[in-house]
DNA sequence: CCATTAAATTGACCATGGTCATTTAATAAT
DNA sequence: ATTATTAAATGACCATGGTCAATTTAATGG
C-alpha cells in the first residue's frame, strides 16, 4: 500500500537544509561540511545521505534556489532596450554566481543534467532564464535575423564565458561588465 | 650555492608521469588513482605530492600536454574560409575535450588560472588556441566590424557552451557539429 | 491492541586525496 | 675523506565524503 511520506521525514530534510544554510551564511560555500551540518541539525550522518544523492545535490538546491529567486525579479522586469541596460539587469545574477569560485564551478558542472531523471535546481534555472531572455528579446531592437532561442542561448554563451575568465588572473583586469558589453555588441547589434 | 635538479628527480617525476599515462590508457581519466599510480611507480605517496601540487595538477600537466599536441595540428592548417571548414578542423580538440565528463569539468576548471604563478598548461592552450583562430580569421571571408580578437573569444565561448550543453540530456540530441553551425554561422556571418 | 511490514535513522566503517615529521641520499665545504 | 647542508623520499596519519547492515520508529491490517 502506497505509505505516504512521513510529517518526520519531510521535518529532517528541513532541518538538514536550515543548519546548512545558517552555516554557509556564517562561513560560505565552499568551506561547508556534511559533518558540521548533521551536526547541527542534530541527525546521524547517514540521515543526510537518505536525504541527499551526495553533498552537491544539496548544493544545488541551495544555489538552485537562489538563483531562481533571483530570475523571479529578472520575469517582472521590462525588456531592457539596449546592451547597457540588458547587462545592468543581469548584474545580479552574476554576482551571486561568482561570490565564489566554488559555487561558480559547481554551477557550471550543474547546468546541465546528467540524465533526465535527475534535472535539478540549476539545470531547470539554466532553462527558464533562456525563456526569460527569450521574452526580453522578443521586446527588444536587437537583431532579427536569428531566432530569439539562438539569441538567447548566445547571451548564456557569453554570460559563463565573462564569468570565467573574470576568475583567471590573466584576464581579470575588465570587470565582467565591461567584458560583457563588447561581447553582447557584437552578438545583439552585429553592424556588418 | 644553487644546487641543480637532481638527475634522480626528473627520473622520478618521469616514472610517474608515465605510470599514470599508463593506467589512464587502461581505464581513462576519472578512475585514476594515485595509490595506484605511486604503486606502479614505485614511490611512496608523499613523494606524488612532493611532485605534484596535487592529483588535479597532474591531470593538467596530462591534459593540458594532449591539448597543446592537437593544437599543433591546427597550427598547420589553412585557415578554413567558412563555418563547416571551421567546424571540421576544431572537431579533433571537441573529441578529447568530451571524451570524459571528468575531462571537460577539469579543462573548464583550469581554463583559467587562478593566480598569474599557477598558470599551467591548460590555461596556456587555451591562450593559444585564441591565437591560432585569430590567425585563422585574420584569413577569412567573416565579418569585419569586430577585432579578430574578440571574434576568437566568441568562438570560444560557443564551442565551450556547445560541448557544455552535450553532456546535457535535456539537450543532447544534437551532436556537437550541429550544434555549433548555426552559433558560428551567427556570430561569424550575421546577415542584418 | 498486537503483529507485520515498510520507511527512516543510525554510526561504525570505507575510499581516497592530501599532510608532515622523520629518514635517506646527494652535493658542497673543510 | 669527513662533515655539513640541502634536496628528495618515505609512510603513518589525517580530513572528509560516502556506504551499508543493523536498529528504531511509524503506519497498516486483522
Redesign the interface.
Known sequence: MARQIQKRTLETRARLVAAAEALIEQNGFESLRVEEVVLKAGTAKGTFFAHFKDKDALMDQIIGGRIDRLLDDLAEIQAPQNVPETIEALMPLCEFMTCE?YVF?LI??Y??????EE?GMI?TTF?RQIEIVEGWLGNAPF????STG??A??M???L??AM??N?????NALSIRDRLA??LE??LT???
Open positions: 569560485r564551478d557550471y558542472r547546468s546541465g543534467a546528467a540524465a533526465i534535472i539545470a532553462g537583431r532579427k535575423d536569428i539562438l539569441l542561448e548566445g548564456q554563451a557569453f559563463m564565458q570565467a575568465v576568475f583567471c588572473a590573466l584576464h563588447p561581447y557584437a552578438w552585429p553592424k556588418v
